[in-house]
Nanobody
């Protein structure tokens, strides 16, 4: 079982950047896929990006293509979400979640979740 803790959220102006971190504990890290999801007020949770246990990344949100990237550093037990050219519509609570090996678009396939970190994009 994984334990995940997100950090790095905050208030940023449109066009700015943030890097979210997901600190992962638990022996299953090395064979876990880690996904980033977000939920804006009044909207359903959506998958953003995911990275498999092998380091292959998958983008699930067309709106973030070319702006967001995901990476993992197993030695630091951390998965990152680099967010550039932020827009007000990126405002949401961002969650990281873990599952075995492969990525999935559906949050229902992820067994372990962090508590979330708020990202607000506003001038």
């Amino acid at each position: 079982q994984l334990q995940l803790v997100e950090s790095g959220g905050g208030l940023v102006q449109p066009g700015g950047s943030l890097r979210l971190s997901c600190a992962v504990s638990g022996s299953a890290l090395y064979y876990s896929a880690i996904g980033w999801f977000r939920q804006a007020p009044g909207k359903e949770r959506e998958g953003v990006l995911c990275i498999s246990s092998r380091g292959d990344s998958t983008n699930y949100a067309d709106s973030v293509k070319g702006r967001f990237t995901i990476s993992r550093d197993n030695a630091k037990r951390t998965v990152y979400l680099q967010m550039n050219s932020l827009k007000p519509e990126d405002t949401a609570v961002y969650y990281c979640a873990g599952r075995n090996y492969y990525c999935s678009r559906s949050g229902k396939d992820f067994a372990s979740w962090g508590q979330g970190t708020q990202v607000t994009v506003s001038s």
